[in-house]
């Protein structure tokens, strides 16, 4: 089956702890995307990758760190430098970069910071 | 600045009739909008876009429109179920950038049997 995934779907962590969320895909898609989603808001745009080693801040980068060493994988770091890091993060990737093309989502990891 | 606004209030409807959703958009033009489907705790669905020279597009029961002069778009469920309760989103590309979208805040769609 072609998705994507993400893992793991809960996590706990304790504040001062850096953190790592995994994002694979197999649709063969150059763009991939990081989302978080806070109750009552919209998606917020973390970071975005349009090609493999080559990646760009969205509208809250701080806090956060991505690679994307492989067209198949954009893990996100989630660092103790981020101030409210309790979230739920949603993975996306495109066919390509642009916003035409319909994103696929996966089934976002909930993320609790204590 | 550009913004892209849902109906934050529940819109709660009987089994059998129409649900109707509304985007709105201002301070831009977008070249088209995207809505998504949102179940509780998962991630959303892509379902239909709707280019600025599309008046209308259909999908199955579902339909949407897109009015540049009301600068609104609208989002219709036919013959609505149960199953359709879910939170819809709508979003369209940044003025700032070509890769990137913008989402609303969703609205919650309730179907009674």
């Known amino acids: 089956d072609g998705g994507i995934t993400q893992s793991p779907k809960y996590l706990f962590r304790k504040e001062g702890q850096n953190v790592t969320l995994s994002c694979e895909q197999n649709l063969n898609h150059d763009a991939m995307y990081w989302y978080r989603q806070d109750p009552g808001q919209g998606l917020r745009l973390i970071y975005y990758s349009q090609i493999v080693n080559d990646f760009q801040k969205g509208d809250i980068a701080e806090g956060y760190s991505v690679s994307r060493e492989k067209k198949e994988s954009f893990p996100l770091t989630v660092t103790s430098a981020q101030k409210n890091p309790t979230a739920f993060y949603l993975c996306a990737s495109s066919i390509k970069g642009g916003g035409s093309y319909e994103q696929y989502f996966g089934p976002g990891t909930r993320l609790t910071v204590t | 600045s550009q913004k892209i606004e849902q109906n934050s209030e529940a819109l709660n409807i009987q089994e059998g009739k129409t649900a109707t959703l509304t985007c709105n958009y201002t301070?831009?033009?977008?070249?088209?909008l995207q809505w998504y489907r949102q179940d509780p705790g998962r991630g959303p669905v892509f379902l239909l876009l709707i280019r600025e020279n599309e008046k209308e597009k259909r999908k199955e029961r579902l339909k949407v429109t897109f009015d540049t002069t009301l600068k609104q778009s609208l989002f219709h469920i036919t013959a609505s179920q149960p199953a359709d309760s879910a939170t819809y989103l709508c979003?369209?590309?940044?003025?700032?950038?070509?890769?990137?979208?913008?989402f609303g805040s969703g609205t919650r769609l309730l179907v009674r049997p």
């Open positions: 979003a369209s590309k940044r003025v700032d950038s070509s890769y990137k979208l913008i």
């Open positions: 301070n831009y033009s977008p070249a088209y």
